[in-house]
């Protein structure tokens, strides 16, 4: 049976659409992967001191989250985590931190562990910020750090063009949703489509504070490539840190990861006095 250019060509289109009705009203079953817990659980670690908060940014939705708290806490990072589960598993990672003399805030998007409310990512972008701007109540905005892993890297990246937190730090960040979607499907028109398209790296243009990227070199879901196209945007204020065989989620799990962690803390500059190095050298002459 010979079938003619404009059937071929309907039959791409609708496939198309297919897919593109596909990721519109599916994307959060795509993206979000929440834990939902009961209003009555008790959050608890070891070595850990927490305290349990809930707000409401707005009518109609709440955000819970946990307060780690330090003796003579140096400042306050404000932890935005990845998209799976809740607090109830992500907090552990607050240890990071407060063994550096940090306290964290880390809180459970909209759908997610006790927090409630319509979930847009307008809406995760508002919360965010409200967050943000509780912690300036208790600290200057000098003693604020930023941190983003994975999904939470573009709303990190976006606290920082907006406001002025001393650093930011994106652990395996993503560059936008849109690219993920293009990686899996490359010839799908996905941005008509896409409604919770998160620009991390949009955001990268306008932070004015030091960025620090760290990436797993083995990171499968999003490719260290990735980083580095990140870390080209604002340059002179980025510095990219490599975890040699570490993946997206297990690079906690690797020692260099925490001895970089520490030197990105420390905080400690080095003057290079550019006529004592070969900075200037050529082999051509």
């Avoid at 976006?158 to 993503?174: D, F, G, H």
Wanted: proline content about 5%.
């Amino acid at each position: 049976m010979k079938i003619d250019l404009y059937t071929v060509i309907a039959i791409i289109a609708f496939i198309t659409l297919f897919i593109g009705l596909v990721i519109y009203f599916f994307q959060h079953k795509f993206f979000f992967h929440p834990e939902k817990l009961p209003p009555d659980f008790k959050f608890a670690y070891d070595h850990l001191k927490a305290e349990e908060v809930t707000v409401e940014p707005e009518p109609g939705a709440k955000i819970n989250y946990l307060h780690f708290i330090v003796d003579h806490p140096k400042g306050v990072v404000i932890y935005l985590k990845g998209n799976t589960k809740s607090i109830k598993g992500w907090g552990k990672f607050a240890i990071d931190f407060t063994r550096l003399g940090y306290e964290v805030i880390m809180m459970d998007y909209r759908g997610f562990g006790k927090s409630t409310g319509k979930r847009t990512v307008e809406a995760m972008k508002r919360d965010s910020q409200f967050i943000y701007d509780l912690a300036k109540k208790e600290y200057s905005e000098e003693k604020i750090i930023v941190y983003g892993r994975s999904l939470g890297s573009g709303f990190a990246a976006r606290l920082a063009s907006r406001n002025n937190p001393r650093m930011l730090i994106l652990t395996s960040p993503l560059y936008s949703l849109l690219r993920t979607i293009h990686r899996y499907l490359p010839f799908m028109p996905a941005k008509p489509f896409l409604r919770y398209n998160i620009p991390t790296f949009q955001y990268l243009k306008s932070v004015r504070c030091p960025i620090k990227i760290i990436h797993g070199s083995d990171d499968n879901l999003v490719p260290l490539s990735t980083a580095a196209d990140l870390s080209e945007i604002n340059p002179e204020l980025t510095r990219l840190y490599v975890i040699l065989r570490a993946g997206h989620i297990n690079i906690h799990q690797f020692e260099e990861y925490h001895r970089v962690m520490e030197e990105i803390f420390e905080e400690r500059k080095v003057i290079i006095d550019a006529e004592k190095t070969s900075l200037g050298y050529s082999h051509r002459k």
